[in-house]
C-alpha cells in the first residue's frame, strides 16, 4: 500500500489550493479515505472524509463549506480543494486509509495506512 501526496505550498490567506493522493497497492475504490491534518505543535485534526463511490462526504466543523473532498477511482487518487484558506489551515496535510468497514473518521487510530504528508502554509 502507498499513499502520495502532492499540491501543498505557501498560499495567502483567502487563496486556494488543491491537495492530491495518489493510491497504490490496493483497491483504491473499495475504501473510504481521509484527509487528516496536523499543526505544528498540536494533535491530528481529522479534515474531511469519502466513502468508496464518492457520493457521500463528510467535513470537520472548522472546514465545512470551504474544503471539498472528491476522488477519482479511475486514476486511483483522492483530492481536497481548499478555498478561503486562512492561517490556521497550516499544517501538514495526510490522506488515511480506513480499514474496510470503519467509518468512526474522527477517530485518528483508526486509519490503517498513511501517506508522508504535505505542508499547507497560509500566511500574508
Known amino acids: 500500500v502507498q499513499l502520495v501526496e502532492s499540491g501543498g505550498g505557501m498560499v495567502q490567506p483567502g487563496g486556494s489550493l488543491r491537495l492530491s493522493c495518489a493510491a497504490s497497492?490496493?483497491?483504491?475504490?473499495?475504501?473510504?479515505m481521509s484527509w487528516v491534518r496536523q499543526a505544528p505543535g498540536k494533535g491530528p485534526e481529522w479534515v474531511s472524509a469519502?466513502?468508496?463511490?464518492?457520493?457521500?462526504?463528510y467535513y470537520g466543523n472548522s472546514v465545512k463549506g470551504r474544503f471539498t473532498i472528491s476522488r477519482d477511482n479511475a486514476k486511483n487518487t483522492l483530492y481536497l480543494q481548499m478555498n478561503s484558506l486562512k492561517p490556521e489551515d497550516t499544517a501538514l496535510y495526510y490522506c488515511?486509509?480506513?480499514?474496510?468497514?470503519?467509518?468512526?473518521?474522527?477517530?485518528?487510530?483508526?486509519?490503517?495506512?498513511w501517506g508522508q504528508g504535505t505542508q499547507v502554509t497560509v500566511s500574508s
Open positions: 488515511a486509509r480506513s480499514p474496510i468497514g470503519f467509518s468512526v473518521y474522527w477517530d485518528i487510530s483508526s486509519y490503517d495506512f
Open positions: 497497492g490496493f483497491t483504491f475504490s473499495s475504501y473510504d
Open positions: 469519502i466513502k468508496p463511490g464518492g457520493g457521500s462526504t
